[in-house]
């Protein structure tokens, strides 16, 4: 309460900054993403891009020149995030058409668009992994200098792997040594990479992978490793990677016996920190009722920044989704999710919100909320758990959570509003009515 007050009198005062902007959120009931419980009728004042009190209507007094921003009956959010999300793909079926056709308009209309379309979603934190070089750090750098609209975003710019696939050599480096490992992972490290993305790992000589994580951390970047696989992940945790991405292993009924042993003793290891793990796995759980109804591709909100002729092509390749190559095999999939999820979650590791947006049929406007409502509604998560791994576990994952990843006195006010009870209905959040970054209301 001392500090509330003192917050108070500081804005009362005048001691913030002349020309920034004074906001009160006032009304609603804010999941403020800590641990406490929500708060009703809350107040949160924001002067110029931070929050500087958070309250309730009968204590904290709102500033008479602050901006009023009445939340009232609704749910009151830290800014979501999605840690897996690809700002060069828009849901195209034909990677390969996309990657030939696209490739030099990525900086310019592709990734702002991406970038746009989640930030209207109420993604205000974002990992990016996997895309050109120089149009990742491009793009990152435009929204955080507040050029373009979107998320605060962490790059890892290209895919680390042994080869690259035909025709994606943009965006996918190949390892041939211990050397070149290096080499790579010096070259995205000096141009401002935030993490490295590695993959196919289980293709590496365990030197190659070794270098690679060592080179990163001497660079202080996290590796961040494909999980689609058991000797991906038996070979990252053995090399000290802690972050995965994916539900994995196609069709095999559950994660081996191995595999989530050694992935308990990891996450027993406090010393070295949390083992975080992206499932991405709404796609796959939520496909066969893409397959039936196909109203899905009807919205608008994913055209936004992207010229006719783009959306026409993209929905063109996914008018008959059943046909998409990509998910032929998740008839046999999708019965193992429900077991892999529960043993990742029983396994002591970090569970992150993250969809893989922009794959086929995975639109960046939409992935996130949808992601949140199968963890919910189909995987036995509670709300608090859920919203908590959209907010602030990725903060923490990326070593962000002194300014982002809850809303509390000091943080950045990246904050969402939803009109609704939330922790009732999760799947509200597809329609955020209220986004503001940087104390700057956007939506």
Not at 387 to 404: C, H, N
Request: proline share 6%; charged share 25%; hydrophobic share 45%.
């Amino acid at each position: 309460m001392g500090r509330v007050l003192i917050f108070c009198l500081l804005l009362l005062c005048g001691a913030s900054p002349a020309l920034a902007e004074r906001v009160a959120l006032v009304g609603g009931t804010l999941v403020d993403g800590t641990l406490r419980e929500p708060i009703r009728n809350s107040v949160v004042l924001i002067d110029g891009e931070r929050i500087v009190a958070v309250g309730t209507v009968d204590s904290l007094p709102v500033p008479a020149d602050a901006r009023r921003i009445s939340t009232e009956g609704m749910t009151v959010l830290p800014g979501l995030w999605d840690m897996h999300v690809h700002l060069m793909l828009n849901g195209h079926a034909d990677y390969a058409h996309w990657d030939r056709t696209y490739l030099s308009q990525l900086r310019d209309v592709i990734m702002p668009a991406s970038a746009k379309q989640l930030l209207m979603a109420g993604v205000t934190g974002a990992r990016d992994l996997g895309a050109p070089l120089e149009d990742s750090i491009a793009v990152r750098d435009a929204i955080r200098s507040g050029r373009i609209p979107g998320p605060t975003l962490f790059v890892s710019g290209p895919f680390i792997q042994k080869k690259p696939y035909p025709g994606t050599e943009a965006f996918r480096w190949g390892v041939d040594s211990p050397a070149d490992g290096r080499a790579k992972v010096r070259r995205i490290a000096a141009a401002g990479v935030d993490v490295v993305k590695l993959i196919d790992q289980d293709q590496m000589s365990d030197e190659e992978i070794a270098a690679i994580v060592d080179e990163a951390t001497r660079h202080k970047l996290p590796v961040v490793a494909h999980a689609h696989r058991p000797e991906e992940i038996r070979r990252g945790l053995k090399h000290g990677i802690s972050y995965f991405e994916h539900t994995g292993l196609a069709a095999a009924p559950e994660y081996p016996e191995d595999v989530i042993a050694a992935l308990r003793e990891r996450a027993g290891n406090m010393a070295a920190g949390p083992v975080f793990w992206t499932p991405t796995i709404e796609g796959l759980f939520n496909f066969p009722h893409m397959v039936r109804n196909h109203e899905f591709a009807d919205a608008t909100e994913w055209h936004e920044g992207l010229t006719p002729e783009i959306v026409a092509d993209i929905r063109g390749s996914i008018a008959h989704p059943e046909r998409i190559g990509y998910f032929q095999q998740t008839p046999q999939r999708w019965p193992t999710l429900r077991r892999k999820f529960q043993q990742l979650r029983e396994s002591g590791a970090l569970l992150l919100i993250g969809t893989d947006s922009g794959i086929p049929l995975k639109f960046h406007s939409s992935s996130t909320w949808n992601e949140l409502d199968v963890w919910v509604n189909q995987l036995g998560v509670s709300p608090i758990e859920a919203i908590r791994a959209a907010t602030y576990w990725p903060a923490v994952a990326m070593k962000a959570d002194r300014d982002y990843g809850t809303v509390t006195e000091g943080k950045y006010a990246d904050i969402i509003a939803v009109k609704g009870d939330v922790l009732k209905q999760v799947a509200l959040l597809q329609r955020v009515d209220i986004v503001i970054k940087h104390g700057r209301q956007v939506k």
